[in-house]
C-alpha cells in the first residue's frame, strides 16, 4: 500500500492550474499597462530621476542589517538562482500534484518573468548610478527583474497551493518577499521607484498571461494524446 501511494505522486495529474476567469487577458491588460507606464516614466524622464531621492533616503537611512539582506536578494534573479529555485518548486509540487501540474508552475514563473523581458528591450529605460560598486554597463532599468521574477513565483506558488492550509501563509511572505527585494533594488540605488511598481505589474501580468495560455493548451495536448493512443497500430 506505500509504494502505490508513493507512485501516485509521481502521477502525470490533469494538469489545470487554478486561475481566475479570463486570466490571460487580465494579464494581457496589465502587460499593457506595464509598458504605458514604462514609456510615460522615460518620456518624463526628469520626474523619473527626481524620484531617485526615495532611493537616496533608504541609503541614507540603512543598517548593516538591512545590508546584509540586500545582499542576499541582489542575485535572486541570477539566471542559476532562478533555475534552482523553479527546480525546488516543481519537486515539491510534483509530489503533491504530479509532475504536469509541477511544470505548468515552472513555467508560469519562469516564462512570466522572462515575458517582461520585452517591455525592458523597448521602454529602455537607462538605469541610475549604484551608490556603491561599478555603474550596470549596458543595463536597462524598467521594470526591475528582481521584482518581476518574485512576483511571478508568488503567483505560481499561489495557484498550486489554492485550497491548501498553507496558501495564505506562504503567500504573504512571498508578498513581503517581493517588498522586500524592491526595497533593496532601491537601497543600492539601481532602480527608480517606477522600476519596483512595473515589476510588481509586470511580473502579475506576465504570470496570469502564461497561467491562461497553459490552462487552454493542456487539455488541448491531453486530448491530442489520447486520441494518438487510441488509434491502432499500423503494419509496415
Known amino acids: 500500500m506505500v509504494e502505490t501511494g508513493k507512485a501516485k505522486k509521481f502521477q502525470m495529474g490533469t494538469g489545470i492550474l487554478p486561475a481566475p476567469r479570463g486570466a490571460f487577458w487580465w494579464g494581457f491588460g496589465g502587460y499593457i499597462l506595464t509598458a504605458i507606464i514604462g514609456f510615460v516614466a522615460v518620456a518624463n524622464f526628469e520626474w523619473t530621476t527626481s524620484t531617485y531621492v526615495v532611493d537616496e533616503f533608504f541609503y541614507a537611512n540603512r543598517s548593516p542589517f538591512q545590508e546584509w539582506l540586500a545582499d542576499i536578494l541582489r542575485d535572486i534573479d541570477r539566471e542559476d538562482v532562478v533555475a534552482v529555485i523553479l527546480l525546488v518548486m516543481g519537486v515539491l509540487v510534483t509530489l503533491r500534484r504530479g509532475w504536469l501540474a509541477a511544470l505548468g508552475s515552472m513555467i508560469v514563473a519562469g516564462a512570466g518573468w522572462l515575458l517582461i523581458a ?19 554597463k549596458e543595463a536597462l532599468s524598467y521594470p526591475s527583474g528582481h521584482v518581476t521574477f518574485v512576483m511571478a513565483l508568488t503567483v505560481a506558488v499561489c495557484v498550486v497551493l489554492a485550497g491548501t492550509r498553507w496558501r495564505w501563509a506562504v503567500v504573504i511572505f512571498l508578498c513581503l518577499l517581493t517588498l522586500a527585494t524592491g526595497w533593496s533594488r532601491l537601497m543600492l540605488g539601481v532602480h527608480y521607484p517606477m522600476d519596483v511598481v ?11 498571461m502564461v497561467l491562461g495560455a497553459w490552462n487552454w493548451s493542456v487539455p488541448l495536448a491531453l486530448r491530442f494524446r489520447r486520441s494518438k493512443a487510441a488509434q491502432p497500430a499500423t503494419r509496415p
Not at 118 to 136: C, D, N, S, T, W
Not at 198 to 208: E, T
Open 198 to 208: 512595473g515589476g510588481i505589474l509586470g511580473g502579475l501580468s506576465g504570470a496570469f
Open 118 to 136: 520585452g517591455i525592458k528591450l523597448v521602454v529602455a529605460q537607462p538605469r541610475p548610478m549604484p551608490f556603491e560598486g561599478p555603474a550596470y
